[in-house]
């Protein structure tokens, strides 16, 4: 295997990958630094989180023999549900079990649970990703992570050129701590660079006063109302994207007295289309193959046609790639200020930031992660 070379000093995590000679090779790491997470070897543990990832992996439990001692979530409308043979329990309860118990945070957002977790003493944590990593066929992945280990051993090169093509010092720290998140899954590498202000990173975005806002994945309106309050309410135009039927409703309801802003029940794709969704009602919502209910995609070149905008945000599960496609009249011709999510697939971290700068050579990129996790890794492109 050739070398990859590269000039940055910060890039430890990439220099770190760089030294395996396989993706098994990085599943054999992975498993000596705790061993109590061999998926071979796991008998019993314990969970946090007891939405959609902590059923599914209950449900995987049961069907591999492994013993789940404790389900735990403060949400209050989880506590006390029944799940298989366990109760929901406050977080409070784990301070009962032996410190030595194994703990999975079933949850993509994994920083703050594992940072209360080490505080209460318990020293094997792991994220839910940790064995779908490890063994995918035992525990299938889910679409975050689905070829995690595989794009980062197989596209270290995309990653070399991501570093050169990133405009400043931050976008290049954020890079290598993603980077390390993905190769050890723990979500402390991610602390030291977390801006927590979701699309609010400090002094980059700055806003005019007559803003043409597109916000791809509006859900009930709760980025339209984060934009509408960093601009004091001084704008020209919304155009909200949201697919998902009853959530549309929501969001049309909540800004009924709000004529600027546009509610269209839409997803953002590279054209008109129909295609399936998983109508979970919530920001998992994805678009999948086998989805419970077809829904209308739109270009947004289609929707604003010779129409100016001067800011797209997308947070569209993973039709990110296929949306930029689809406005790459608007991109060439008005250079639009962009906020992309870029983590519903391992590739997106890659893929999004080159799609961007073929479309429109003049962007500088900075990327920035808002929370302790896999989710709310975001791309910024900016004039």
């Not at 954020?174 to 723990?186: E, I, K, P, S």
């Not at 270009?299 to 599960?317: A, W």
Request: charged residues 25%; contains cysteine.
């Amino acid at each position: 295997m050739n070398p990859i070379r590269h000039t940055n000093d910060t890039m430890v995590w990439l220099d770190k990958l760089n030294a395996f000679h396989s993706v098994a090779e990085i599943r054999h790491w992975l498993t000596a630094r705790d061993p109590v997470f061999d998926t071979g070897q796991l008998k019993r543990l314990a969970v946090v989180g007891a939405a959609g990832e902590g059923n599914r992996l209950l449900e995987l439990c049961g069907k591999l023999g492994i013993e789940v001692i404790a389900v735990c979530d403060d949400n209050p409308t989880k506590r006390g549900v029944q799940v298989g043979s366990v109760k929901v329990q406050p977080m409070e309860a784990l301070t009962d079990l032996d410190r030595e118990t194994p703990v999975i945070i079933a949850s993509h957002r994994v920083l703050r649970a594992a940072e209360r977790l080490s505080a209460m003493g318990f020293r094997h944590v792991a994220p839910f990703a940790l064995l779908q990593v490890l063994k995918p066929a035992a525990f299938p992945p889910h679409m975050f992570y689905d070829g995690w280990l595989e794009d980062l051993f197989e596209r270290r090169n995309h990653y070399v050129a991501l570093s050169g093509l990133l405009a400043d010092e931050m976008s290049r720290r954020v890079l290598d701590a993603v980077l390390g998140f993905r190769l050890t899954l723990n979500a402390e590498v991610l602390s030291p660079i977390i801006e927590w202000d979701l699309y609010g990173p400090a002094s980059l975005l700055v806003y005019g006063e007559d803003e043409v806002y597109v916000d791809g994945g509006s859900y009930d309106g709760d980025t339209i109302r984060l934009f509408i309050d960093r601009v004091h309410g001084k704008f020209s135009r919304v155009l909200a994207f949201e697919p998902d039927k009853n959530t549309f409703h929501r969001l049309a309801s909540n800004f009924a007295e709000e004529h600027r802003v546009e509610p269209i029940n839409a997803g953002l794709h590279r054209r008109t289309a129909t295609l399936r969704f998983d109508n979970a009602g919530t920001r998992g919502s994805i678009l999948v193959q086998d989805g419970g209910i077809e829904i209308p995609v739109v270009g947004l070149d289609e929707v604003l046609g010779e129409d100016r905008v001067t800011f797209v945000k997308m947070n569209i599960e993973g039709a990110e790639l296929e949306a930029l496609k689809g406005a790459e009249e608007a991109i060439k011709r008005w250079a639009p200020k962009l906020a992309i999510s870029a983590y519903h697939r391992p590739s997106d971290l890659w893929q999004l930031p080159e799609l961007i700068h073929a479309l429109q050579p003049g962007y500088r990129l900075y990327l920035r992660q808002h929370d302790g996790g896999v989710i709310e890794t975001v791309l910024y492109a900016l004039l």
